[in-house]
Structures are given as structure tokens and as C-alpha cells.
């Protein structure tokens, strides 16, 4: 998938993968030298948010149209192709967003019947709905090639010369509004580029497992375990590798929800049997962050000291010279979008450094999350552990806002142990759920005495990767049931209120 900025670049690599193919994202720079060394079976060119006539328009190594791949221009990826073989690409003034109806030309579809033409329309309707999203559009297809769908505003919506393999569809085949979207997008990596689809989950984990063995040899390998979905699929690949050779280590900074702690150790003994190493830090941590009150100061406070606990935990485990992370596939995509071949830096297990002094084992950077989760389930993991929410590295300190002493955090613990309980009573679909102490008293009366006491607040947001969300609209029965179990059981907290701030402006966590 090369990418010339498309807003939805992971998503198109995200659908080949669900059609069994493995998909890498490279930047529109690349080199048709390097693009060959990597020997793709096939290219789809992403959309983009220039024009090709810009000035600074991205374009392609001219090379790579001679590298004879088959390849897929989606949008602008398609334009460009228009552009540079022959065909045009004009400004009509007037663009096409949103639901569009396509119109398959039949008299000019390629045959499927010969394995070296494959229609990628062929075995449509003759229409369908499909999402556009483009001004410029595309007035006479590439040399040699067939107009094999058109809209009402789209003369040439799809192109194809199947006999050299290029392609090109002016609408969106990777957005879920597209009808026969991701049919398209089989037809071409299965059918056109001949793939076989054995990238599934089972086989992935195969893979790793024999990966992560050629890697360490004999060696010894720790793993920073945290009880999310991350940490723990690569623990479980790692330990299937190596056995007792792993060992992983679990930091209790004191800053876990209500029994947090006890369940990662339980849960993580009866489902994956590798030597636990457990440090309670929760005595360092609360000193630590006495009388700070500035989130950011805690963040630094609780990364660094997070960071020693390991270090003191891993030279205690003696002879280990690999490090197993959760690094995923978005962490160091190289994206195409203007800084190409800028690699974003690692951030994970709470954010360790790369100065430690082992070598990584990083069995998930190839994965997407949802990849990650479907790999933890083909390996027995349960759900309590692949459908966790996410949970922030420091914890309830950014819930608690003000100070973080032992007592507020007990405080927030039983209030956010009662939302979280009602909110699963309730099965309500809702990305992440919990409570915030905000550093606030309000005047109540309970049992005829004026209380003067703390305020809980409620979170509950609906999202679909964390960079946006909204409020999630809970019943109103469920928020009742949660604010009148909070303020009955857990002492000192007179009042109960409800965030309905989306993000952006606001975000998830308030801190
Ligand atoms: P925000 O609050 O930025 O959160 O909307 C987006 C997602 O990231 C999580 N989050 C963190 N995770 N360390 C983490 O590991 C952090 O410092 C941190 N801050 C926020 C948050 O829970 C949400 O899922």
C-alpha cells in the first residue's frame, strides 16, 4: 500500500489483511529499487489530498509503473495513474462526496475466465452504492485501458487494463459504506495478484512463536507485563517460544483499579504459565508523588520510577539479554504523509526506554490492534483479557486530580469499581468506562445533617480508536443506579456527576 497521505491508508491495509493477505504501508518515495527488493505480489495506490496538477503533488518513482506488478490506484492513486499513462484528469468545478451510485459498463468488463485477466467488476451488480470523496475527477482513462464504471458525475469512476494488470476506482472500496467494497479489494490481492490468504491469525501466531525461537537461540528473555491485551499476546507468543527461558515482570504501582493487581496475577497464572515476577511499588510510588499536583510532573514522575522498578526487577532476573515489547504496526508505519521515512518512536510497556541495555523482541510490530486481539483469542487467551478496555500507564493518578495520596485513590477505587460493575451489568457497548476524583467538595444533605464531601464524576465514552469520542448516551436508569450506589456505599462522596464532553474538545482522560 503506497500512501500519498490518504486519510485512510491503515484502513486499506487493514482490509487486504482481512481478505488473508499480509499489506505493509510505504511511503510514496520510496524507490522503485526498494519497492521491488521487497517483492510485493501486488500495489494499490491510497488517495491523497493534493491534486495531481499541484505544485508538490506527490507522485511515484517513475520506474515503478515499469516494475511490471499489477497494481490498484484507489482515488488519487487512481488519478495519478490516469495522469502519468496517457489518460486526464480535469477540475469540473464541482465534486462528489459521500453515497454515490456506481454504474457497472458491462460490455467493457475483462473476461475471468483467463487467469492472466481479471475483471475486477466482473461479478458485480450492474449497480451499487459506493463513497466518493474527491474533486478533481478522472476524463479519459490511461492508454489501454477500458472505462468499466461511471457515475453521474464521474465519466471514468473505474478503469481497468487487466492484461497489464492496472486498475483504477475513483471510489472508496476500504469504506464500510461502499457496498461491495471489500469484495473489490479480494478480487484484486487474491484474484489479480494471486495470492493465497493464509495470513490468518493461527498462522501469524505460528510465525511469531518460531520468529521469537531463531531470534533469542538460547538466550533468556524478560517481558513487562501490564494486563492489557498488548503485553500479555506477546508474553503468551514469547513463553511459547521460550518456556522457562521467559520471565515477566509485573509492576504494582499502587495506581491499579480495584483489584486490579490480584486479577492480572490470577488471570495470568491460570491462562499462561510462564514464571511471574511480581513487585508491589506501591509504598515508592505514593511517596513519590506526595504533594504533586500538576499531571504532567506526575506522568514524568511515575514513567521514570516505573522505569527503575523494571530495571532493578530485570538485573534481579539475572542473565537476560532480550527485552519482549508490545510494539503494534501504528507505532512505526512510515508514513507518506510528508515526513516520509520518519519512523515514530517506540512508546511502549510504560513507556520503557530503548537505552536499556537488551535486545528487543518485538513479536507484535507487524499487528494491528484488532489483529492483535483476534491473535490472543486463536491462542485460548479469555475475554476478560483480549477485550479489556485501555487502561492509561499512570493509572489512577491522572483520575485523581489534585494530590494522589493513598486514601483518594481508595477513594476513586470503590466509585469506579461501581461503574465499572453497572456498566457491564448493563452490556452497554462503550469503548472505555470509569470514574474521576476531581479535587472538588460540594454542600449535600444526607439524613437531615449538611454533608460537605467529594464529587464523583462519570465517564463513559464511545469511540473507535481513542483520537475522537463522544459521551456515551447511557440509559438513564443506569446512571441513577450508579449514582445512587456510589453515594450510599462509598463514604464521602456526596454527588455524582455526568461528563457529556466529547473529544475533541476534550479528551478522554481528564488529566
Ligand atoms: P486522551 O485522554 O488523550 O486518551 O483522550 C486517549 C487514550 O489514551 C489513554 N491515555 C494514556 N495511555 N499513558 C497511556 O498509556 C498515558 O499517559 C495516557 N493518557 C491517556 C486513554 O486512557 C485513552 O484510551
Not at 411 to 423: C, F, K, N, S, T
Not at 488 to 494: D, G, S
Request: hydrophobic residues 40%.
Amino acid at each position: 500500500m503506497v500512501d500519498f497521505g490518504a486519510q485512510y491508508a491503515q484502513l486499506i491495509a487493514r482490509r487486504v489483511r482481512e481478505a488473508g493477505v499480509y499489506s505493509e504501508i510505504v511511503s510514496h518515495e520510496i524507490s522503485a529499487s526498494e519497492l521491488a527488493s521487497r517483492q510485493p505480489k501486488g500495489l494499490i495506490l491510497s488517495g491523497g489530498p493534493k491534486s495531481v496538477y499541484a505544485e508538490f503533488a506527490p507522485q511515484l518513482d517513475p520506474d515503478v509503473y515499469g516494475l511490471g506488478v499489477p497494481t490498484l490506484g484507489i482515488c488519487y492513486g487512481a488519478q495519478l495513474l490516469a495522469h502519468e499513462l496517457g489518460g486526464s484528469v480535469k477540475q469540473t468545478g464541482r465534486g462528489e462526496y459521500g453515497r454515490t451510485v456506481l454504474q457497472i459498463c458491462r460490455a467493457t468488463q475483462s473476461s475471468a475466465t483467463s487467469s492472466d485477466a481479471w475483471g475486477l467488476l466482473t461479478n458485480l451488480p450492474d449497480t451499487q452504492d459506493v463513497w466518493m470523496s474527491h474533486f478533481d475527477a478522472i476524463a479519459t482513462a490511461p492508454d489501454g485501458c477500458n472505462v468499466t464504471a461511471v457515475t453521474a458525475d464521474s465519466p471514468v469512476a473505474a478503469f481497468e487494463d487487466a492484461s497489464r494488470g492496472i486498475y483504477g476506482v475513483q471510489f472508496h472500496p476500504e469504506v464500510a459504506h461502499t457496498t461491495h467494497g471489500q469484495a473489490i479489494i479480494e478480487r484484486f490481492v487474491r484474484g489479480v495478484c494471486g495470492t493465497e490468504g493464509t495470513w490468518t491469525p493461527a498462522s501469524i501466531a505460528e510465525e511469531s512463536v518460531a520468529a521469537i525461537a531463531a531470534q533469542v537461540g538460547d538466550g533468556r528473555a524478560i517481558c513487562g507485563l501490564s494486563g492489557g491485551v498488548d503485553s500479555s499476546v506477546a508474553a503468551t507468543l514469547a513463553h511459547r517460544a521460550l518456556g522457562e527461558r521467559l520471565t515477566c515482570v509485573f509492576v504494582d504501582t499502587g495506581l491499579l483499579r480495584k483489584g486490579e493487581a490480584e486479577q492480572v496475577i490470577e488471570t495470568f497464572g491460570r491462562n499462561m504459565g510462564a514464571e511471574l515476577v511480581h513487585v508491589d511499588a506501591s509504598g515508592k510510588f505514593f511517596e513519590r508523588l506526595r504533594g504533586v499536583s500538576d499531571p504532567e510532573r506526575k506522568r514524568s514522575i511515575i514513567g521514570e520510577l516505573f522505569i527503575r522498578t523494571f530495571e532493578e526487577a530485570a538485573s534481579e532476573v539475572g542473565d537476560a539479554e532480550f527485552l519482549v515489547q508490545g510494539t503494534l504496526y501504528p507505532d512505526v508505519i512510515e508514513s507518506g504523509t510528508g515526513h516520509a521515512a520518519k519512523i515514530k518512536s517506540h512508546h511502549n510497556v510504560g513507556g520503557l526506554p530503548e537505552d536499556l541495555e537488551f535486545e528487543l523482541v518485538e513479536p507484535l510490530v507487524r499487528l494491528f490492534k484488532d489483529e492483535v486481539r483476534q491473535v490472543g483469542r486463536s491462542l485460548g487467551l479469555p475475554d476478560e483479557i483480549v477485550q479489556r478496555q485501555p487502561f492509561p500507564g499512570p493509572g489512577l493518578a491522572v483520575r485523581v486530580i489534585g494530590e494522589v495520596t493513598p486514601e483518594a485513590v481508595a477513594l476513586l477505587q470503590e466509585a469506579d469499581a461501581i461503574v465499572r460493575e453497572e456498566i457491564a451489568r448493563a452490556d452497554a457497548d462503550v469503548w472505555q468506562y470509569f470514574a474521576v476524583l476531581p479535587d472538588v467538595h460540594t454542600v449535600g444533605v444526607m439524613g437531615d445533617e449538611r454533608t460537605y464531601a467529594h464529587l464523583i464524576v462519570i465517564r463513559a465514552v464511545t469511540s473507535e480508536d481513542a483520537m475522537t469520542a463522544d459521551w456515551a448516551r447511557l440509559p438513564p436508569e443506569v446512571l441513577a443506579t450508579m449514582s445512587s450506589r456510589i453515594i450510599n456505599e462509598v463514604p464521602q462522596v456526596n454527588r455524582v456527576a455526568y461528563d457529556i464532553t466529547s473529544k475533541p474538545p476534550g479528551t478522554i482522560e481528564w488529566e
